[in-house]
């Protein structure tokens, strides 16, 4: 069964600094997609980014990018110029046509001005 | 831009109450989803709908529940007898096809059941 893992519970950020989120996810398919959503305190999921499995090329969305590894199951997402609109739970989440969406369980994001 | 819109943004309800969920999700989306989160734990997935039948189901959605797709604009979960354990936030979401697979999320409905 396709697992995602969160290894970090809580991160925290100094404002204007990166920081690293990490997800690492367990498969046997070959096709799927990865994603990051981001829940603020008005709990909505929002859309980060997302990185399907054959591409090489790691995605990127203005400030937000992500180090895909395939062969190490592991989808890390690095946000830059961190803002205090940033802080929010970040999840993890795997996709593919023959599974249905699996989240990991969620990294709090504390921005510090 | 086109948006997933859920109905009522919180619902009070009585345990053994019959509750329904309201989605519109976006208008050009074929598949339809039903996500469940507990306060505090992580997204579970409910349900998948595509042409007019589920596609898939997790085992929390057990007899219960049911989904309908009652008009052309409309996604609906229905919880037949609410149980104090169903209290979550019920999230829809959708996406243009399968193979895509991006889905796209409402703002949520928080159910708590007394």
């Known amino acids: 069964a396709q697992t995602v893992t969160q290894s970090q519970p809580e991160m925290s950020v100094q404002e204007a600094e990166t920081v690293t989120l990490s997800c690492t996810y367990d498969t046997s398919e070959s096709d799927y997609y990865l994603f990051w959503y981001k829940q603020p305190p008005s709990r909505q999921m929002i859309l980060v980014i997302r990185?399907?499995?054959?591409?090489?090329q790691n995605a990127t969305e203005n400030r937000f990018s992500v180090n895909f590894q395939k062969a190490a199951k592991s989808f890390s997402l690095k946000i830059s110029d961190s803002q205090l609109g940033d802080a929010a739970m970040y999840f993890c989440?795997?996709?593919?046509?023959?599974?249905?969406?699996?989240f990991g369980a969620g990294t709090r994001l504390t921005v510090k001005p | 831009e086109p948006e997933v819109t859920q109905t009522p943004s919180h619902q009070v309800t009585q345990m053994g109450q019959e509750v329904i969920l309201r989605c519109v999700p976006i208008s050009n989306h074929l598949y339809f989803y039903w996500y469940r989160q507990i306060l505090g734990q992580k997204v579970e997935f409910l349900v998948s709908?595509?042409?007019?039948?589920?596609?898939?189901k997790s085992e929390i959605f057990d007899d219960q529940f049911s989904v309908e797709r009652p008009d052309g604009s409309n996604f609906t979960l229905k919880i037949r007898s609410t149980k104090l354990e169903d209290s979550a936030m019920y999230f829809c979401?959708?996406?243009?096809?399968?193979?895509?697979?991006?889905?796209?999320f409402g703002p949520g409905t928080r159910l708590t059941v007394l």
């Open positions: 989440a795997y996709g593919s046509n023959n599974n249905d969406m699996r």
């Open positions: 979401a959708s996406s243009e096809s399968r193979t895509t697979d991006t889905q796209y």
């Open positions: 709908f595509y042409n007019n039948e589920i596609s898939e």
């Open positions: 990185q399907e499995a054959y591409k090489q």
